[in-house]
């Protein structure tokens, strides 16, 4: 053996795109221990370039799971409408519990149906390593945005499982409650309360949909009857060593640029804003222009003074949006006597998000002085912050990528996620795939199967490197 098969190796390695080729034999190497374990073989042998290729997903089934999905829905295909605590809700937290168990993890659910399943690994005291997204979906959406995170995740534990793998920390997959707002008015509500937001457990008390059910019944409807005790839903800070999340980018970059998969460094965070202005309103033709105080002026300046602000920020990451302006009483022959407006301005640097929070607050203010109007009402909803991926998932993620000879390309979140709360308990990455034109939450949404199953190996990969270290 000796010198010639020492160049074989060597060559293999260059052939499968291995980086990290270590001459110093002494020198600990984590990623070639990782895969070690991970293939089964001891790395000196041979065999050893098949555990990458062993590393197959089961396309067809996992499209046809996403296509089985998408029928419990409450509009017609290819829409998929499926809201919180619903019947089709329901059924489809059966289908992704029963999915789980048939890949032989134990499914624990809490008291409002965040979903667990977990694969122990051999040294199951260790904090485990999760993944997970959410299958909730608004009215008229697609059938990937979530979706993909939560059968993916199952796909990839089934992935190793296949491969031989044996995990060292336990892996978990986690389907969230309700990430959409859609019923409650509350976006990512399983996550944050996982994250142990107390402040959203009072919220739920006192919250009703559009029908005034309240949160508590309609849990208790699809059958979450111990949702009272909201604080049983908090997990500690440690609880797991990482926290994973695929989803389809919902933006066109890696079709444009026709790469296989983005590597999330940071998610912007969203925070909105509701203004109410009132003037004394009057006749369009008898009230003379010096007399008047317009509060649907006032709402225009302020909605010119959010894009002024945004742009003076200086970063790209920083973006706003007046999303509804409302007039009252709404009549061509009426000088708008109340206005109201939502904004949302979003960015990844939390400082320079909040300053331009601030600079709105004032315009708000000087536009009311200026124009005689009453600022009834400057309320900011809610101020998430930003949150920053983990340093060693970014480095997994992108190990994963290459040794899977898949291009890949460093990007933040633009839309929020579930892994913004789960960066509050755990260290967090995501895994972005690319989806056509960019399309999400309507019908047209759509990632091939082909760049589905790549992402699912990249998160299997990852997850095996981060289940061992
Ligand atoms: C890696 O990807 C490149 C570009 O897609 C391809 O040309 C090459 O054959 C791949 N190599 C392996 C070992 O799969
Ligand atoms: C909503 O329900 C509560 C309690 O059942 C009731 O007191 C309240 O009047 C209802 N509100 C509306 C707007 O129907
Ligand atoms: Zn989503």
Not at 66 to 95: C, F, G, H, N, Q
Not at 110 to 115: K, M, R
Not at 323 to 342: D, F, M, R, T, V
Not at 386 to 393: G, V
Request: hydrophobic share 40%; glycine share 8%; charged share 25%.
């Amino acid at each position: 053996m000796g010198l010639r098969f020492s160049t074989l190796l060597v060559l293999l390695y260059f052939i499968y795109g291995f980086v990290v080729i270590s001459s110093n034999k002494d020198e600990y190497d984590p990623t070639i221990k990782t895969m070690e374990e991970f293939s089964g073989y001891p790395i000196h042998e041979p065999d050893f370039q098949d555990s990458l290729s062993s590393l197959s997903v089961e396309t067809e089934s996992l499209q046809r799971q996403i296509d089985e999905l998408a029928t419990l829905s409450d509009t017609p295909a290819p829409s998929v409408t499926r809201v919180l605590y619903t019947e089709k809700d329901v059924l489809a937290r059966r289908y992704i519990k029963n999915l789980m168990s048939l890949s032989g993890l134990s499914v624990k659910e809490d008291a409002v149906g965040n979903i667990f399943g977990r694969w122990d690994g051999y040294e199951s005291e260790l904090a485990p390593v999760s993944s997970g997204s959410h299958i909730d979906a608004i009215p008229y959406s697609g059938k990937y945005d979530g979706v993909v995170g939560v059968l993916g995740a199952i796909e990839a534990i089934n992935v190793l499982k296949r491969s031989g793998f044996k995990p060292k920390r336990s892996l978990e997959v986690i389907m969230f409650t309700s990430e959409e707002p859609t019923r409650f008015g509350i976006s990512c509500l399983g996550s944050r309360l996982l994250a142990g937001s107390e402040e959203l457990a009072q919220l739920l008390k006192k919250t009703v949909d559009g029908q005034n059910i309240s949160f508590s019944n309609a849990a208790r409807l699809a059958g979450y009857e111990d949702n009272e005790a909201l604080s049983s839903v908090f997990l500690k800070k440690g609880s797991y060593s990482a926290f994973i999340e695929l989803h389809i980018e919902q933006g066109p970059i890696l079709e444009e640029e026709a790469t296989s998969i983005g590597v999330v460094t940071a998610i912007a965070a969203p925070a909105s804003i509701k203004v109410d202005f009132e003037g004394n309103g009057g006749h369009a033709g008898a009230a003379l222009m010096p007399t008047r105080n317009d509060a649907g002026l006032a709402a225009a300046e302020l909605a010119l003074a959010v894009e002024k602000h945004v742009l003076d920020s200086g970063s790209i990451d920083t973006v706003g949006t007046v999303g509804i302006l409302e007039l009252h009483p709404g009549a061509i022959n009426s000088i708008p006597s109340k206005s109201h407006l939502e904004i949302d301005t979003r960015d990844i640097d939390e400082k320079r998000r909040n300053e331009v929070i601030e600079k709105i607050k004032e315009s708000a203010l000087s536009i009311s002085k200026k124009r005689g109007v009453k600022l009834s009402e400057f309320k900011i909803v809610n101020q998430d912050p930003p949150a920053l991926s983990d340093d060693e998932i970014i480095k997994a993620t992108e190990s994963s990528c290459k040794e899977l000879n898949l291009s890949y390309k460093k990007m933040i979140s633009r839309a929020y996620h579930d892994s913004l709360f789960m960066a509050r308990i755990s260290p967090m990455g995501m895994i972005f795939i690319p989806c056509y034109k960019g399309y999400s939450h309507k019908p047209e949404e759509f990632s091939a199967i082909e760049d589905i199953g790549n992402g699912v190996r990249v998160l299997a990969l990852t997850l095996a490197k981060l289940s061992m270290s």
